[in-house]
């Protein structure tokens, strides 16, 4: 039971590049979110999802994207990168909307040049 | 708008010296409380989720608490492995909340062996 994982661990963009975040729960959750978290800020929430082809706006949703085609997988995709979205990105789940645990990937750290 | 604040920022301690950790908050009806451990380069892991005023929850050296407005997290006797950073975030009750957690920037503990 691997939980959830998200890829890269890693990345480095130009600006005005694209690239997708990848996160994959293997706990059969219906719930799935991004975060982002930045040096002095909380975690705060970019998109979610509260099952396979229903998502929805957070927070702080522009310059993001996201899809949730299944139950396991929800992407997140950066369309046109700005060093503004340089920061750790946590992919987390939870069994329902409900729910009150959530359970968050390793994070993905974006730098953005 | 759900705020959380945290303090203090940092906390140094000896092993074995117990101290407190606070969040207070502000939400338009609190759903739930809840704190979360992050260790260097790892997404939080769910500690405790308190519901109403007067409740109380343990785990090891850990207590945490709940007023009207603000929560505790007591360390007693702490052990270096103890040290992380300790997020608190709240959940309101109130519809359109997008089941969103608002999130503090965090508590920083360092406990010297």
Same mark, same amino acid.
């Given at each position: 039971?691997? !939980? ?35 040096? !002095? ?16 706006? !957070?927070?702080?949703?522009? !310059? ?50 | 708008?759900?705020?959380? =604040?945290?303090? #203090? ?57 709940? =007023? ?7 360390? =007693?006797? #702490?052990? #270096?492995?103890?040290?992380? =950073? ?28």
């Amino acid at each position: 039971n691997a !939980g959830v994982t998200q890829t890269p661990k890693f990345q480095v963009l130009k600006t005005g590049q694209s690239m997708t975040l990848q996160c994959a729960q293997d706990m059969n959750h219906e719930y799935m979110s991004w975060y982002r978290q930045d040096p !002095g800020m909380g975690l705060r929430l970019i998109h979610y999802s509260v099952g396979a082809g229903i998502t929805d706006q !957070g927070e702080v949703p522009n !310059g993001y994207n996201v899809s949730r085609s299944t139950t396991e997988d929800f992407p997140l995709r950066l369309l046109s990168a700005a060093p503004s979205q340089t920061s750790v990105y946590f992919c987390a789940s939870k069994r329902n909307p409900g729910a009150n645990v959530l359970t968050f990937g390793a994070g993905s750290r974006l730098t953005v040049l | 708008e759900d705020q959380v =604040t945290q303090s #203090p920022e940092a906390l140094r301690l000896q092993e074995g010296e117990s101290s407190s950790l606070n969040c207070s908050y502000t939400v338009s009806g609190l759903r739930g409380l809840f704190w979360y451990r992050q260790d260097p380069g790892k997404g939080p892991e769910f500690l405790f989720t308190l519901y109403s005023a007067g409740e109380e929850k343990e785990k090891e050296r850990l207590k945490a608490t709940l =007023t009207k407005k603000e929560s505790f997290l007591h360390i =007693t006797a #702490p052990k #270096p492995e103890d040290s992380a =950073t300790y997020l608190c975030a709240v959940q309101a009750s109130s519809g359109g909340s997008n089941y969103k957690l608002t999130f503090g920037k965090g508590t920083l503990l360092t406990v010297n062996p």
